[in-house]
């Protein structure tokens, strides 16, 4: 069975940083593309950014919101994922989730409903 457990949340001033992470449990996270969503109060899911499977290439891609000021990297023999979010502003803050799939196309990497795997999320609030 799948875990994913998140971390690294809190509350920072716009500009500041923060470094979230995400420990997987139950699988090798070697195989999976490993993501990162994020929701704000009232609105829908949304996508943050991916580290795609080494199999599919291995690449990193980002929402345009994020991209220049967020990274994702995944560390496959400690089985974590990390977002590095600098700069970061009052529009940022949401609840952040990790999310795991094995089996993902990459043209639907910006899908929710691609991945099967979910933390339980971890609160990001950016005051101005």
């Known amino acids: 069975q799948v875990q994913l457990a998140e971390s690294g949340g809190g509350s920072v001033q716009a500009g500041g940083s923060l470094r979230l992470s995400c420990a997987a449990s139950g699988i090798a996270i070697r195989p999976y593309a490993m993501a990162w969503f994020r929701q704000a109060a009232g609105k829908e899911r949304e996508f943050v950014a991916v580290?795609?499977?080494?199999?599919?290439?291995?690449?990193?891609y980002y929402s345009d919101s994020v991209r220049g000021r967020f990274s994702i990297s995944r560390d496959n023999a400690d089985n974590k994922v990390y977002l590095q979010m600098n700069s970061l502003k009052p529009e940022d803050t949401a609840i952040y989730y990790c999310?795991?799939?094995?089996?993902?196309?990459?043209?639907?990497?910006?899908?929710?409903?691609?991945?099967?795997?979910w933390g339980q999320g971890t609160q990001v609030t950016v005051s101005s």
């Open positions: 999310a795991a799939d094995r089996s993902a196309i990459l043209s639907d990497y910006g899908r929710h409903t691609a991945y099967d795997s």
């Open positions: 580290s795609w499977r080494p199999s599919g290439g291995g690449r990193s």
